[in-house]
């Protein structure tokens, strides 16, 4: 098999070439290799290299599972593999103990067959919806490599783009696997929580916010994976059992019409790219043609009032990682200015204040239920825009510059409970969401959303449509995907630089 071959499969009919004998997972490891070293110097997806880990896998392994012998990458995030570090994109984690066991997720893919042979880059502790850590370096897109590939799994978003793997494993805490996604012309479907188990390191990831999953390029791969994950592990603390009938077969079957809401404003109230909107339009379109019933609504939900919600998981979940960071031997100083500008933030934020926060999910939780009660699915944008130039998405570096200053000084923490930063600390929510306002309501309410290709800027640049579907709802969200994708294939379109 040579490249422009390898390139037309996804991982589904890959592992079918391999069942088959008619091409061996030594030549499919060699080709993503090739590729990976062609396309890192220019896009950076790869944080940490593991041929020798996936050569020795192929060596003591025939190729069992129904990926045998696929090529894959896992992410610097959550996914630990045994013997090696977990860095989350950071300097002040790459130093320290390797993991002394596989997460749940990786030894699943591992018995699925799949081949790891590196791990993907990530922004410091997956915080951002772009891919820039200092440690490692900026991921680029490959549609457009002075933009970003999105985040926080914008490396393996990168990757799959690039052709270096058809899919890639992600996780999903505000919109991670969803924003590349739409960045890069992905499937990225965010799991309900409980759907697959985030243990045994964790118990829940961002109280229970973030899930794991996968970016891929068809349907049927997205499905496949998600029936391997699926399914809880023992001391889970919240647990949905895989299906009765499996995902890719829920996939195919066939679709009953539905009915489904759509909305293209901001839930934080700020600008919308036209080609955002049109994205959106155009699906919805598509969609009546379906004959599926398409209504303007939205939940009924204070968009605000959640961003707060969600900036006050990095209040909480950020100082933590510090304290455990050090604990093993790490140092403070080397982690980047803005986390601990919001790790400082985090410790003066009272457990009241959090608890409030937390406590509003079920607001969120039940509004978007009610929605659901009258529609099958919300569709949105997945971006408010196309994919950011490199160096946007950020507070001004001014303003961290000022804060790392007051931090520095230890007047930050003081000035915060004196709620004089209370204004601060929303713009900073606003700065961080009004390219990404849509996705952090799926995590909050712990419902399954997807992102898929959908639109092409009239530059060329992927723009994907999200979809959230009610509690373990996943079927449906894959159904629809399947006729979407029939009616409108999108897997032959690849970036003109890197086909």
Request: proline fraction near 9%; charge should be neutral; hydrophobic fraction near 45%.
């Amino acid at each position: 098999m040579d490249f422009t071959t390898y390139r037309r499969h996804d991982a589904t009919s890959l592992a079918a070439e391999v069942a088959a004998g008619r091409v061996a997972p030594r030549t499919l490891l060699d080709l993503a290799l090739t590729r990976l070293a062609d396309v890192q110097p220019r896009l950076n997806p790869v944080c940490r290299l593991m041929e020798a880990e996936a050569r020795a896998q192929l060596a003591r392994d025939a190729g069992k599972g129904p990926l045998a012998g696929v090529p894959f990458l896992i992410k610097d995030a959550a996914q630990d593999y045994a013997g090696l570090p977990t860095s989350l994109g950071s300097h002040a984690l790459a130093g320290l103990p390797p993991a002394r066991e596989h997460a749940h997720v990786v030894r699943r893919l591992l018995d699925a067959g799949l081949v790891v042979f590196g791990k993907t880059n990530t922004p410091e502790l997956a915080l951002k919806g772009v891919t820039d850590p200092l440690h490692f370096g900026r991921s680029s897109n490959p549609w457009d490599p002075r933009r970003t590939p999105g985040g926080s799994s914008g490396g393996a978003a990168a990757a799959i783009a690039a052709g270096v793997i058809p899919m890639a494993a992600g996780n999903d805490g505000g919109g991670s696997i969803r924003i590349p996604a739409a960045c890069c012309g992905l499937v990225g479907l965010k799991p309900s929580r409980g759907r697959v188990s985030v243990g045994p390191g964790q118990g829940e990831v961002w109280f229970g916010a973030s899930s794991e999953g996968v970016l891929s390029r068809s349907v049927r791969d997205t499905a496949l994976a998600l029936d391997i994950l699926s399914g809880p592990e023992a001391g889970d603390p919240v647990a949905l059992p895989a299906p009765a009938t499996p995902f890719v077969d829920q996939m195919r079957a066939p679709l009953r019409r539905l009915r489904i809401a759509w909305c293209t404003d901001s839930p934080i109230g700020e600008p919308v790219h036209d080609e955002a909107r049109l994205a959106v339009e155009r699906t919805v379109a598509l969609l009546k043609g379906l004959g599926h019933v398409v209504e303007p609504a939205r939940p009924d939900i204070d968009g605000r009032a959640l961003a707060s919600s969600f900036l006050h998981i990095y209040f909480g979940q950020v100082p933590a990682a510090l304290s455990r960071a050090i604990a093993l031997g790490g140092r403070e100083a080397d982690f980047e200015p803005l986390t601990r500008v919001i790790a400082a933030l985090g410790r003066a934020t009272s457990a009241e204040r959090l608890t409030q926060e937390l406590q509003r999910w079920n607001d969120y939780a039940r509004g978007l239920a009610a929605l659901h009660s009258r529609y099958d699915l919300y569709l949105t944008p997945t971006l408010a825009s196309p994919p950011v130039l490199h160096g946007t998405g950020d507070p001004p570096p001014l303003q961290i510059a000022a804060l790392s200053a007051l931090r520095a000084s230890g007047l930050l923490g003081l000035l915060k409970r004196a709620g004089l930063l209370d204004g601060v600390v929303h713009q900073m929510a606003t700065d961080s969401l009004r390219h990404v306002p849509f996705t952090q309501l799926a995590n909050l309410t712990g419902t399954p959303a997807i992102s898929l290709p959908l639109h092409w800027t009239a530059d060329g640049l992927p723009l994907g449509v999200q979809f959230v579907g009610a509690p373990a709802e996943e079927g449906l969200l894959l159904q629809l995907a399947a006729e979407l994708d029939a009616a409108q294939p999108w897997f032959d379109r690849l970036p003109p630089a890197f086909s």
